[in-house]
């Protein structure tokens, strides 16, 4: 199998309550993935790839790994720099009120 180049572009952490913890874009080689999500619930998290609703309530992945180790190697990916950005932004954030 072809291996490809990985880039994430851009993750933007919500601020709300809920699951959703924020949302990915990123560039897998000549593809753009646009509206995965990063999921956490009772100590779990996982990366939503983009999906819809169907007409009968059902959700159908848009984009989907025919793999599911490559899934969970990108997953890895996306995770260390969530859990990088996650702890930059606390460090910004006790510098800034100390």
């Not at 100590?43 to 969970?72: A, C, E, H, Y």
């Amino acid at each position: 199998m072809q291996k490809f180049d990985f880039e994430i572009r851009q993750i933007i952490p919500y601020a709300g309550e809920g699951y959703t913890k924020a949302t990915v874009m990123f560039r897998l080689g000549p593809l753009m993935v646009r509206g995965a999500k990063i999921f956490e619930k009772d100590g779990s998290r996982w990366l939503s790839m983009p999906s819809r609703r169907t007409k009968n309530g059902r959700w159908l992945d848009i984009v989907q790994f025919v793999d599911k180790q490559n899934k969970l190697d990108l997953q890895d990916l996306v995770f260390a720099k969530y859990d990088l950005m996650l702890a930059s932004t606390e460090e910004e954030y006790a510098y800034a009120s100390a």
